[in-house]
Nanobody, 112 residues
Framework: QVHLAESGGGLVQAGGSLKLSCVASRSIDNRWYRAWYRQAPGKQREQVASITFDEETNYADSVKGRFTISRDNAKNTVYLQMNSLKSEDTAVYYC??????WGQGTQVTVSS
């Protein structure tokens, strides 16, 4: 069974940056898209960004121009670079490969 492990979350001041990483425990079909979701307290989980096998990306309107998703297939890893962070970005961030495998989540807290 494959597992995903997120890292890179933490506490940061508004305007700061964080880079999340999500590593798979073994190789996963590169045709599967990779994505990041987040869930804030009392809110539904929402997709933040996604990237296809040919590196077509898609972003939620709320993060466009601030977040960048990328992938390294050789390392079975997907990244989320988050810049100009805002308090409303505070949430637990989850990665997924193909919507079929999910990580356990990493907390991102942005203080204003």
């Amino acid at each position: 069974q494959v597992h995903l492990a997120e890292s890179g979350g933490g506490l940061v001041q508004a305007g700061g940056s964080l880079k999340l990483s999500c590593v798979a425990s073994r190789s996963i079909d590169n045709r599967w898209y990779r994505a990041w979701y987040r869930q804030a307290p009392g809110k539904q989980r929402e997709q933040v960004a996604s990237i296809t096998f040919d590196e077509e990306t898609n972003y939620a309107d709320s993060v466009k121009g601030r977040f960048t998703i990328s992938r390294d297939n050789a390392k079975n890893t997907v990244y989320l670079q988050m810049n100009s962070l805002k308090s409303e970005d505070t949430a637990v961030y989850y990665c997924t490969f193909g919507g079929r495998v999910w990580g356990q989540g990493t907390q991102v807290t942005v203080s204003s």
